[in-house]
């Protein structure tokens, strides 16, 4: 069985930052793309960021310059620090792990059950 789960969000002043961080556990044979998107109120879930296993990087363009994510190879684990932060920020962040399981042939989608940020003006 494999587990997603994130940490890290919180209540945080505009202008403020906050880091989150996402570790994929359990029966992993590989992780590939690791990645964090997000759902505001009303709207659809949006790609903030995502990073390759060898570290290429994918970034929205509202978050450019802002957000930076990176990963742990050896721990599973992907983070995304927020600078600047925005009251637009304000969302749902859920991370994303496509990973191949042990016993399983093809790489899947594996979701965290997502963390509140929230940015107040």
């Known amino acids: 069985q494999v587990q997603v789960v994130e940490s890290g969000g919180g209540l945080v002043q505009a202008g403020g930052s906050l880091r989150l961080s996402c570790a994929a556990s359990?029966?992993?044979?590989?992780?590939?793309?690791m990645g964090w998107y997000r759902r505001a109120p009303g709207k659809q879930r949006d790609l903030v960021a995502s990073?390759?296993?060898?570290?290429?990087?994918n970034y929205a363009d509202s978050v450019k310059g802002r957000f930076t994510i990176s990963r742990d190879n050896a721990k599973n684990t992907v983070y995304l620090q927020m600078n600047s932060l925005k009251p637009e920020d304000t969302a749902v962040y859920y991370c994303?792990?496509?990973?191949?399981?042990?016993?399983?042939?093809?790489?899947?989608?594996?979701w965290g059950q997502g963390t509140q940020v929230t940015v107040s003006s």
């Open positions: 359990g029966a992993i044979f590989s992780v590939n793309a």
């Open positions: 990073i390759t296993r060898g570290g290429s990087t």
């Open positions: 994303k792990a496509t990973l191949q399981a042990t016993g399983l042939w093809v790489p899947n989608d594996y």
